[in-house]
């Protein structure tokens, strides 16, 4: 008995020890990590850790409220616009002990109002120059003011004027920023026209990175079809405004801007261009769709560290995205919350000099610093190493990355394309293809293919040259055979049947109007070939999809392909087809029955039935070079049947051909009709589940 009860007690000792140290590791990192790839989001370890959370304890000491702004310096010291409390506080760098103490507080004694020129109202932006020189968007007092080094008020800049300045303008400068020429970049609110750009004196110089109008089609439409006059009340669309600026010492501006949709963020040339990131689409499906898709990200702020990594932080979710100079996603982890290293209501991110991730939370009044871990480390002294050119260097740092994540994407892609360099093409295809990049695999698949070609071309040629004489060869004997003989008799046996049937695809394919016909006056055709076309069509539509090289999949792996969907969509358009098709027909007076429209319609599938499996083996001897011939081919077996479809329509019904066009283009309208009018009640379908779902979750709460 007492030994059962000590076994009993070391195992309960155990299982808590176990319990405690997975709360601790949950507790140390209380979000998701991963990258964002071509396929989706894929899960990665940690490339940050909470190293600690910056929250001082009273007013007097620091503590802040509603902060709008964060800037780091070249000393890693850090400034913060301290909004609700209407003051700037700058905080040291990080001491021995791993502490932040507060260095000093910027406020005036009085307001603005009352003539004390170094009093702020709702601070919502900061810039620090060089020399310690401190620029503040003094949004509440409608000014940028300038302080030194030592906090004391050097210069208030006055409101901008130009004639290209429109007659309503309002200055409420959000955010500043200044470039390496000294040029100031003004964040103004709610201003579609760009951001201000001032020469260093305050002067307005122009808009810069204007922006672009995105129409609606009915807009585009209401624009082509009507002038200015005629468009007058309507609501006119404005361009989106900056809700934040920053520039990167190597002369670029990165904004991020109130749009939900492309561009939710831009990197800025001198010339006002967009570069790298133009018309990328920064949102992440990964976490909508987690959240039921409820709110669209906000993205609020933008920084770039020592390496050219691009850091954006999203206000909605709290997620902090990195992305490398190339514009590929390199890490996105954190999230809103109350928990240790959660963010609240994110305003401000910055990066300091030892790559120290800082984020400053409005909700709380804290700033969350994150450090990176060796995952993260490697990654980026990888990723240097290779962007600089040394690719030997640069492998056994992939290496190292692969260990800790073998399924890393941009790892896989750089370690093929160093294989490519060095002509090892076999290990380069293979990188890609763990990569799931299709364009790369591409290229290391085409020089393969040309030494494949240029070892053996000659057994190759030999090979076709001598199938070629053989097939004519054969033609020849058969043809010689059928003069002396005559065709040879006919044996029934258990080949017949399909040697028919072969004969009555043939005949759709030489003679289609004739086919065609037969089904409605001479009864030909049968429900059995119907049955066997459509089993076949959607068999092969199935295995096509796993044919298909993965150059042609587009990278997607095999695991992807939904054979349940594939069998749905070759047969659920011919039933919709047919049934609709039958109803404009017998309104319009077709001759056709409901049997010979769902018969002829099987039939049109025979040159899908005939060439989608060839060409879909065929793929994989192709590279993308060759995309543009096998679209073309592609389309061409849809024009076949289109084809095919229409002389159906017009001989089954016994139509005058212009009066066939009319019905097939019906048809068609009647079959988008249908597919509208599944959507929408899918749609609602969804919406009354997700209710369901959702009061069955209120009810168990009262439970």
């Excluded at 129409?215 to 009340?233: F, N, Y």
């Excluded at 005058?656 to 019905?663: D, E, L, R, S, T």
């Amino acid at each position: 008995m007492k030994k059962r009860l000590t076994r009993f007690l070391i195992l309960t000792l155990l299982l808590s020890i176990l319990l405690s140290c997975g709360l601790s590791l949950q507790a140390k990192e209380p979000y998701a990590s991963y990258y964002l790839g071509d396929n989706g989001a894929y899960t990665i370890p940690a490339p940050y850790e909470v190293l600690t959370v910056i929250d001082f304890k009273t007013t007097e000491e620091g503590r802040l409220n509603s902060p709008e702004d964060i800037f780091i310096d070249g000393n890693d010291m850090i400034y913060v616009a301290d909004t609700a409390n209407d003051r700037i506080v700058i905080i040291n760098p990080i001491d021995e002990n791993g502490e932040y103490k507060l260095n000093k507080i910027i406020k005036g004694d009085s307001t603005y109002a009352a003539g004390d020129m170094s009093a702020m109202r709702m601070p919502k932006g900061i810039y620090v120059d060089d020399d310690g020189t401190i620029l503040v968007a003094d949004t509440g007092n409608n000014r940028l003011v300038e302080f030194t080094k030592y906090g004391f008020f050097k210069y208030s800049y006055a409101s901008p004027s130009n004639p290209i300045l429109s007659e309503d303008f309002n200055y409420m400068p959000l955010k500043v920023t200044k470039d390496t020429r000294g040029y100031i970049y003004v964040a103004n609110s709610s201003d579609s026209n760009g951001i201000l750009m001032l020469d260093s004196d305050g002067t307005f110089r122009q808009y810069f990175g204007a922006n672009k109008v995105s129409l609606t089609v009915w807009e585009s439409i209401a624009r082509l079809l009507w002038d200015r006059e005629d468009r007058k009340g309507t609501v006119v669309t404005l361009p989106y405004s900056f809700n934040n600026i920053y520039a990167s010492d190597d002369g670029y501006i990165y904004a991020t801007t109130t749009t939900v949709t492309p561009p939710q963020v831009r990197k800025i040339n001198a010339g006002g261009s967009d570069v790298v990131y133009a018309g990328y689409d920064f949102r992440d499906t990964y976490i909508t769709s987690s959240f039921g898709g409820a709110a669209a990200q906000i993205f609020c702020d933008v920084t770039v560290d020592n390496l050219n990594n691009m850091l954006i932080v999203d206000q909605q979710y709290g997620r902090i995205y990195e992305y490398d100079e190339n514009g590929i996603n390199l890490f996105a982890f954190s999230t809103n919350g109350n928990g240790y290293g959660q963010l609240s209501l994110p305003s401000g991110l910055e990066v300091d000099s030892q790559g120290r991730v800082y984020v400053l939370n409005k909700g709380s009044g804290t700033i969350t610093v994150f450090r990176s871990t060796e995952f993260a480390e490697g990654i980026h002294n990888a990723n240097a190493m290779y962007a600089k050119g040394k690719y030997t260097d640069a492998f056994p740092l992939w290496e190292k990355v692969l260990d800790r994540d073998s399924y890393y994407n941009l790892a896989l892609k750089n370690e093929g394309t160093i294989y490519m360099r060095e002509e090892e093409y076999d290990k380069a295809l293979d990188k890609y293809y763990e990569a799931e990049d299709a364009a790369l695999a591409s290229q290391a698949f085409k020089e393969i293919r040309a030494e494949y070609l240029r070892q053996n071309f000659p057994w190759i040629a030999s090979v076709l040259v001598g199938v070629v004489v053989l097939w004519l060869v054969l033609i020849a004997i058969k043809q010689a055979r059928r003069r002396k003989y005559g065709p040879p008799p006919e044996k029934k046996n258990f080949l017949t049947p399909v040697k028919e049937f072969w004969q009555r695809c043939k005949n759709v394919l030489r003679h289609p109007i004739d086919t065609f016909e037969g089904i409605r006056y001479e009864n030909k055709g049968s429900y059995i070939d119907m049955i066997v076309i459509m089993v076949l069509w959607a068999v092969i539509n199935v295995v096509s999809a796993y044919c298909v090289s993965f150059i042609y999949r587009g990278g997607t792996p095999k695991e992807f392909i939904k054979p349940g969907m594939l069998l749905l969509t070759a047969v659920l358009p011919w039933l919709v087809v047919c049934i609709v098709n039958y109803g404009v027909t017998t309104i319009m007076y077709g001759e056709g029955r409901l049997r010979d429209v769902y018969i002829g319609g099987a039939y049109c599938h025979i040159p899908l039935l005939l060439f989608t499996l060839p060409l879909s083996l065929l793929t994989n001897l192709l590279t993308n070079d060759e995309a543009s011939l096998y679209n073309l081919v592609h389309t061409l077996i849809y024009v076949w049947v289109g084809i095919l479809v229409y002389l159906c329509i017009k001989s089954v019904h016994g139509f005058h051909p212009v009066k066939a066009v009319v019905v097939t283009f019906i048809t068609i309208i009647g079959v988008g009709l249908v597919a509208l009018l599944f959507m929408i009640v899918y749609g609602l379908f969804s919406q009354l589940m997700n209710f369901v779902v959702q009061f069955a979750k209120e009810l168990s709460y009262l439970v």
